[in-house]
């Protein structure tokens, strides 16, 4: 298969002021479309036409490792940011909900206090990656963070939620400040995804 962009269900400008236009355009026209090339690219040369995007993420280290590591990148890179498009939208529900709400509350008290702990993982990301909460193989929340494009399927981790901190993110808008673009994040999230995310890893018994 030869992958695609997904389709955006807003407008580059939806998510303003807490993100610019212009991040959310080169970010998804530029940066998105860049791991999707490289990763067809990678699959035409190698013959890998019959993988899935999981199948090649999970099994990235089973090829050769320097066509491991381009898939490691740029599958992960096509997964983690059509994940993080899905999860946003400029008419969110702003708050967790449902399931997923009382499992935070369970593993992290409040709501507030998710917010901090989840802040403070996506702040200690040493250069690029990402923050994520995840569901392990348990069914546990667990906050993490990945380096570059790892996605945390390679960690045996489902993610329900992430934040990309690379700095093509919002270094336009928030140039050295990324706990201020961290903070909006709030503003941005649509936990009613979040909330589909949590019940559809824990009915698939993942
Ligand atoms: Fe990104």
Request: glycine share 6%.
């Amino acid at each position: 298969m030869s992958f695609t962009l997904p389709t955006l269900p807003y407008t580059y400008d939806a998510f303003e002021p807490y993100i610019d236009t212009q991040t959310m355009e080169l970010h998804y026209t530029k940066h998105h479309q860049a791991y999707v090339n490289q990763l067809n690219l990678v699959v035409e040369q190698h013959n890998l036409h019959k993988y899935t995007l999981e199948e090649l993420i999970v099994s990235y280290n089973q090829f050769l490792p320097e066509v491991g590591l381009v898939i490691r990148n740029h599958a992960g890179g096509h997964f983690n940011h059509t994940f993080f498009w899905q999860q946003m939208h400029p008419k969110g529900v702003r708050n967790p909900v449902g399931n997923s709400a009382k499992a935070i509350e369970n593993a992290y008290k409040t709501y507030d206090l998710f917010k901090v702990a989840f802040e403070n993982a996506a702040k200690s990301v040493f250069g690029s990656g990402w923050a994520w909460l995840c569901i392990d193989e348990k069914g546990t929340l667990k906050i993490i963070t990945t380096p570059n494009q790892d996605c945390p399927l390679i960690f045996d981790m489902q993610p329900i939620m992430g934040l990309d901190v690379w700095e093509h993110a919002y270094y336009l808008k928030y140039q050295n400040k990324r706990p201020d673009y961290i903070a909006a994040w709030w503003q941005v999230v649509d936990w009613g995804v979040v909330e589909h995310n949590y019940n559809t890893v824990i009915n698939s018994g993942k």
